[in-house]
């Protein structure tokens, strides 16, 4: 399970000289900051402060989301805004095949494991209050008619929406004909069709369950949604 952990700073009080001070080398980080006058910040702020390199995705000729995912599967550590949050929530479901090789006396050749893509990074978001929104990209009864009905989302009974392999596949083709943002925020166990229409999580549940640890940096915490929230995720899905 996730170490996930909270930290509650007021502006001001050295939040970011905190996390810039806590890059070790030999991890691996994504960072997740509001703007992208932080990104910047960070990165010349943990190469001062700690000799540590964060790499900044950036719009290469497809999207800024894909040379994120190439980061990585290259094992860089990453800054980016919460514009990626989805995607990144997307490519923390995925598995990628590292080699590992170990020999004794010239014997045992190379072998394969699977790993999750984000099994080895630490997670660092920084301001993240209310865990919820509206999601107005589709409305439910179109959703309901485009999406479920034809078979490439599926919804349970706790209301999170899955897709189908049907879905998958048309994504990974490239396939503009559904929403590819809604699919990432599907995908990142992020989107929930309720009784009063589409929510989606701010911060992807896979974001939350697959990284190594979490820690979310924000501001009177205690009486935030956002606690109360993983709180009962906690309890209903991690038996704590």
């Given at each position: 399970m996730t170490h996930i952990r909270i930290i509650d700073m007021p502006c001001g009080w050295g939040k970011s000289s905190q996390i810039?001070?806590?890059?070790?080398?030999?991890?691996?980080?994504?960072?997740v900051v509001p703007s992208l006058s932080e990104v910047g910040r960070?990165?010349?702020?943990?190469?001062?402060?700690?000799?540590?390199?964060?790499?900044q995705p950036v719009d290469t000729k497809g999207r800024?989301?894909?040379?994120?995912?190439?980061?990585?599967?290259?094992?860089?550590?990453?800054?980016?805004?919460h514009a990626l949050y989805f995607r990144l929530g997307t490519i923390?479901?995925?598995?990628h095949q590292v080699t590992v090789s170990v020999e004794f006396d010239g014997k045992n050749p190379p072998?394969?494991?699977?790993?999750?893509?984000?099994?080895?990074?630490?997670?660092?978001?920084?301001e993240v209050i209310n865990p919820f929104e509206h999601e107005q990209s589709v409305k439910p009864i179109e959703f309901d008619e485009d999406y479920v009905a034809l078979g490439m989302a599926e919804v349970h009974g706790d209301g999170r929406v899955e897709p189908t392999p049907k879905w998958d596949?048309?994504?990974?083709?490239?396939?503009?004909?559904?929403?590819?943002?809604?699919?990432?925020?599907a995908k990142s166990g992020s989107l929930y069709k309720l009784s009063e229409g589409l929510f989606i999580l701010t911060v992807p549940?896979?974001?939350?369950?697959?990284?190594?640890?979490?820690?979310?940096?924000?501001?009177?915490?205690?009486g935030s949604v956002l606690l109360?929230?993983?709180?009962?995720?906690?309890?209903?899905h991690w038996g704590a």
């Open positions: 810039l001070s806590r890059f070790e080398k030999g991890e691996k980080y994504l960072t960070y990165i010349d702020g943990a190469l001062k402060q700690s000799g540590f390199r964060l790499t800024k989301s894909d040379h994120a995912e190439k980061l990585i599967r290259e094992g860089k550590s990453l800054v980016c805004t923390a479901t995925q598995e072998t394969i494991h699977t790993k999750n893509m984000l099994d080895d990074y630490n997670l660092i978001i920084d596949t048309r994504y990974e083709q490239g396939s503009r004909t559904f929403d590819r943002g809604l699919y990432e925020k549940m896979e974001l939350l369950t697959r990284p190594k640890t979490v820690t979310i940096y924000t501001y009177l915490a205690e109360h929230f993983l709180r009962k995720m906690q309890r209903e």
